[in-house]
């Protein structure tokens, strides 16, 4: 078991406070486009902290996936995002200026 994503969510204070605080990945969107994809020791703490930042604050729907390898996982999610669209989600972009 565990290292299955989750179905998406809507992101709201109630899903959230359902994911365990366990290591994890997160992936947000908005219209079907990936607004933010982060990774912490403590995903649900990670996803409370998303619901006030005002880019982040924006996605409508949100997965993610519980694995102590989190770290790696984040960097295979962006990866793959910058290979698809060659820069990163929206609300990645301006924390990395």
């Known amino acids: 078991m565990g290292d ?13 406070e359902a994911v365990p605080e366990s290591p994890g ?12 994809i982060g990774a912490s020791p403590n995903i649900r703490q990670e996803l409370m902290g998303r619901l006030s930042d005002p880019c982040t604050a924006k996605a409508k729907r949100f997965r993610y996936i519980v694995t102590p390898a989190f770290e790696s996982v984040k960097e295979q999610q962006v990866k793959e995002y910058v290979g698809k669209h060659g820069k990163l989600p929206p609300c990645m972009e301006e924390q990395n200026t």
């Open 25 to 36: 990945v997160c992936v947000m969107h908005a219209r079907m486009k990936i607004l933010y």
């Open 4 to 16: 299955e994503w989750s179905q998406w969510l809507d992101f709201d204070k109630a899903n959230v």
